[in-house]
């Protein structure tokens, strides 16, 4: 297949780039669809649940162990098996019905949930038990993920689908917030078991919610286009809208997206913090988060130059979150710092699905989720060796420079000379 055979142009991309006249306008313009609020409030509880199971699991992780790299260890074996097969759960994506998909890989979640919550009220929530359940979720997202991302461009207009992107982005930040600021409050009066109950609950919003949802433009030829994983290889590697950022991604994934492994460090050993200033500091940079994400839905067209800003924003924020001497600083910090990083994710992912054709949106989010959450395992794993070696002060520093390195990449990548040729360029 040729180059000219891939550069499908996406239904949705010229209307999104250039709005049309009497088009809503705003960040919260995607909640104007049914089908997309039903989701949207669905993922916003379910959401919720699993950042705090995530942030009770790294408390109990230390509190059993007390190793930085033993929590890597954990967060990593959830990430391995989208390192290893990440890529092919885009192509199941691209050929089944994603409604349906989805109620099951949600429902099996909520499933995990509940058999770690009633481990852990039994008192057998050991470490090798929660790295077993943190893999078999990670099988699941697999297929969960990408098909989750590609969702949402059934749920919307196509000029919509921008806001909608960006509102997706937001559920998960505003999760960021809400899941562990309750886990911090639930740890310091319950403990950690009824984090894993609550979590597991929330799985029941979120179903319900996909059996109520009616697309407004269902799946119709995708399914039936062929090729896998390598064709959306030489899709996504074909436009300069594609390759970018997810490159910039992997760079910035690898080493500065490890705040899970970073931040219970630093509020207990740095600031000699409890489980409360960990659930804070996770806040803050939740905070921060979610300005990001909403600023970015007021653009109708990402450009280049708006990833190479965000990109190196996160790395200045990252080095001043390291230079924090103290507890009150080191949140301002955060809050800035969740504002350049979610900018810059909601950037990247924006772009990705407006250039998207829809037979291959697929596996571009896929590609996406693979170096997004692909790069966990290796990241937590070389986090938590920094940290060993030199506190988590370095390990933020490492990151700040991987941030530096993608943005200095999209400086030196060159718009193509005739950017309409090829599909409005919405990175250049």
């Known amino acids: 297949m040729d180059r000219d055979a891939l550069a499908v142009v996406p ?5 999104a780039n250039v709005p049309a006249r009497g088009v809503r ?5 995607a909640l104007h669809s049914k089908p997309f609020r039903l989701f949207f ?6 959401a919720s649940g699993t950042f705090l199971q995530q942030t009770a699991i790294g408390w109990l992780v230390l509190r059993l162990t007390g190793s930085a790299s033993s929590l890597g260890l954990v967060l990593a074996v959830g990430g391995l098996p989208s390192l290893i097969l990440g890529p092919w759960g885009g192509t199941i994506a691209d050929r089944v019905d994603l409604r349906k998909l989805l109620i099951v890989t949600q429902s099996l979640f909520g499933v995990l949930a509940g058999v770690l919550w009633v481990l852990a009220f039994v008192g057998s929530a050991s470490v090798t038990l929660v790295i077993v359940i943190n893999a078999i979720g990670g099988f699941v997202q697999i297929v969960d993920s990408p098909a989750r991302q590609a969702f949402v461009s059934q749920l919307v207009p196509s000029e919509d689908l921008a806001s909608a992107v960006s509102l997706n982005g937001v559920v998960m930040n505003s999760a960021r917030v809400v899941g562990p600021a309750l886990a911090g409050v639930l740890i310091v009066t319950v403990g950690t078991t009824p984090c894993f109950a609550v979590n597991a609950l929330s799985y029941v919003a979120v179903v319900g919610a996909l059996f109520a949802v009616r697309p ?6 995708a399914h039936r286009v062929r090729g896998g994983v390598r064709d959306g290889l030489r899709y ?13 991604m992997a760079l910035v994934g690898l080493l500065a997206f490890n705040f899970a492994v970073i ?12 489980g409360g200033t960990y659930g ?11 300005a990001g994400s909403l600023g970015v839905g007021l653009l109708h067209h990402p450009r280049r130059r708006y990833l190479m800003i965000a990109a190196l924003a996160f ?6 979150t390291a230079a924090a001497p103290n507890v009150p600083l080191v949140c301002v910090a955060l809050v800035l710092t969740g504002v350049a990083a979610f900018a810059f994710v909601t950037l990247a992912s924006t772009t990705l699905q407006l250039h998207s054709s829809a037979a291959y949106r697929g596996r571009v989010m896929a590609l996406w989720i693979f170096v997004y959450i692909g790069t966990t395992p290796i990241g937590s794993i070389l986090s938590g060796w920094m940290i060993t070696a030199g506190g988590p002060r370095v390990a933020l520093i490492v990151g700040a420079g991987a941030c530096l390195l993608a943005a200095g990449l999209a400086s030196r990548v060159h718009t193509p000379p005739n950017p309409d040729a090829e599909l409005t360029d919405l990175v250049g």
């Open 11 to 15: 239904e949705a991309a010229p209307q």
């Open 315 to 320: 790395g200045v924020t990252m080095m001043a």
């Open 25 to 29: 306008r705003g960040s919260f313009r």
């Open 280 to 290: 804070l500091m996770s806040t803050m940079l939740s905070v921060g988060s979610i």
């Open 263 to 274: 931040l219970p460090v630093l509020a207990r050993t740095t600031f000699h913090g409890s």
């Open 41 to 46: 409030s669905g993922q916003v509880v379910s």
């Open 236 to 248: 996504a590697r074909s436009r300069q809208q594609l390759w970018l950022p997810l490159v910039m």
């Open 216 to 221: 407004l433009k269902p799946k119709g030829l």
